[in-house]
């Protein structure tokens, strides 16, 4: 009877192993602690996590705002054990859809991160400015990059 339990609950524990770590929502700390920003980020889901190199990672901020965005950038720079590594700008456009209305939105960017990328913990800092350049949120996040790396396809 013990075997039956252990045979049944070995597999469960596998499955749960490989499910937990596809998604995950990471803690999200404002640029300027005192600051009313006009967009209120709500969180941060990444997916795969941890992020895998060479494979399509997807970063989803779930995101408010009281008045309605018709054009905007994301300034986004990456740091990796305390140095600055990496910068990029986006088109607010390209990663959601415009005009964005008053309420809830979801920005969300997939970037495959190059198979040489070190593992490790990175932060990001994340801009959200509009089309006069007012900075209209700022976050910082830390997510990791793991060891695995997908298989080449021959």
Known sequence: MEFVRLNLFFPLLIFICFLLPLTLAVEVTYCDKSADYDVKVQGVDIAPYPVVRGAPATFSINSHTGDEITQGKLVIDVSYLGWHIH?????LCEETSCPVSGG??????????????PPGTYSLKMKLKDRKNKELTCIGFDFSIGFASPVAAS
């Open 87 to 91: 910068s990029e700008t986006h088109d």
């Open 104 to 117: 809830d939105f979801v920005i969300s960017h997939t970037q495959v991160l190059p198979g040489f990328t």
